[in-house]
């Protein structure tokens, strides 16, 4: 059949020189040919095309919009969403939590490879050990594409409850415009604060848009300030901070080398 003539020259260009030459409906055609068998989808990857305007934006799209085009089913819809989680699991495997996060750009890397594809507003607590190793990773919350809500004990909670000696936060701006509100500035102060009090260090809160990122640490430091009281925690957590012990930190680890 000629489809399958045309599938297998999509093939062949690619094995020869990647994606160099491809336009974008051509890369989505040549995924459909392994998400759907034996059916000519040039005309699928046109509609979809049409439908979302780019291929981000059908990347991006939702299992349940996807099923709404003509030709697009169950199979089909779920191998397209999976893409994009799929690319945001490399880029960190890539930069890898088994690594020490060394410089600025290492970890406004990290931060970013976090929320690729994300059209909703998510927020992170990085947690790192006495060797600013990453240890981990915890999504505070999630929200819409205009705000989440995160409260400055719960990520203090989940910061003691990592046993963290230093830690980072990050959420990103579906906007695209990394510049922190004034409502972003409070609560890295907020944050500071909670952490403070259970001797964690807030080393920076790293704000991703769609091509750039802000940094509280680089652009904005602000005074560490010692909360007398640390009334935030609540009963079942004052457990995990009389846990919680001196820990001797060698001057080189003091702070991240940023660049």
Known sequence: MEHTGH???????????????????????????????????????????????????????????????QG????????????????????????????KLKTYADLADYCASLFIGCNEEHFFLLCFDAKLQLSKEVLIGS???QE?????????REAMRANAVKAVVTHNHPSGDPQP?????ELTEGIRDALAVVDIQLLDHVVVGRQAVYSFHRDHVLPLRMMEEPSFIAAEDNGLLKQRTEKNICREDEELLWD
């Open 7 to 69: 599938r297998e020259r999509l093939r062949r260009r690619f094995e020869q020189n990647q994606l160099n030459g491809f336009s974008d409906h051509e890369v989505l055609e040549l995924l459909l040919t392994y998400a759907i068998p034996r059916v000519d989808v040039n005309p699928l990857a046109h509609r979809l095309m049409d439908r979302f305007g780019s291929l981000s934006g059908v990347l991006e799209a939702t299992e349940g919009e996807l099923k709404q085009v």
């Open 72 to 99: 697009m089913g169950e199979k089909s819809a779920a191998f397209v969403i999976m893409l994009v989680p799929l690319l945001r699991r490399y880029q960190k495997d890539k930069l890898t939590v088994r690594q």
């Open 143 to 145: 929200g819409t594409t």
């Open 148 to 156: 989440v809500r995160v409260l400055p004990k719960q990520v203090a």
């Open 181 to 185: 509100s004034q409502a972003d500035t």
